[in-house]
């Protein structure tokens, strides 16, 4: 039986030597780096280049982690503080997300005019009528012909249809709700409505 209670809180100083435990090379490296660094600086005042090394050396082992937990801690304080726009190296962020949303836009675009009236039609009556069976996109029925074939097996082959066998077709039948739409074939009707298209 385990027992449940609140979890007992652990030191950043018990954290740092789990850490230290875990890594054994890490820690021999950076103590080695630092002892070469104290022994390296020892008789002189001034620190050159060779000793500014040794301490980026010690450091870097840790240092990787260090700036993921510090980049997530700057990305959850930032989405705490609901802060939209901020600059990074003269650039706004609020700049590229408008820039992003207007390229998405522009693919939405490209995506939607892909799919001829006709087609869309179909898969239109099929979504939407599924999701409404006593609306306005009730009815769709089958008609045993090259065209219409033809664009079922579009919507099928392109992934807005779930597969079906044309031999279980009945001319005059309700596709409304015989066929399946699939996820994709739903977002492309919601978007496209959502766009009054």
């Known amino acids: 039986m385990s027992d449940i209670g609140p979890r007992p809180t ?18 021999l490296f ?19 280049g060779y000793g500014i090394s040794l301490l980026a050396m010690a450091a870097l ?4 982690k260090a700036v993921e937990v510090i980049a997530d801690a700057i990305g959850q304080a930032l989405v705490h503080a609901n802060i939209k726009s901020f600059q990074i190296a ?8 408008k820039k992003l949303d207007e390229q ?25 009528g599924a999701l409404d069976p006593h609306g306005e996109y009730e009815e769709y029925k089958y008609v045993n012909d090259e065209a219409f074939n033809h664009d079922l097996r579009y919507l099928r082959d392109h992934g807005y249809l779930e597969l079906f066998q044309f031999a279980d077709l009945v001319p ?21 409505v959502a766009r009054g298209l």
Request: charged share 20%.
């Open 172 to 192: 005059g039948q309700n596709l409304v709700g015989k066929l399946k739409v699939t996820e994709m074939g739903q977002r492309f009707v919601n978007l496209r």
């Open 30 to 48: 950076s103590v080695i780096c630092v002892i070469l660094f104290v022994l390296q600086a020892h008789n002189t005042v001034k620190i050159d």
């Open 61 to 64: 082992p840790w240092s990787l």
């Open 104 to 128: 998405r836009r522009i693919l939405d675009d490209l995506i939607l005019y892909t799919m001829a009236f006709h087609i869309y039609d179909k898969l239109k009556f099929l979504h939407l």
């Open 10 to 27: 652990v030191s950043y100083s018990s954290r740092l030597f789990r850490e230290i435990a875990t890594r054994p090379l890490a820690t």
């Open 90 to 97: 003269g650039v706004k962020v609020e700049q590229i997300e």
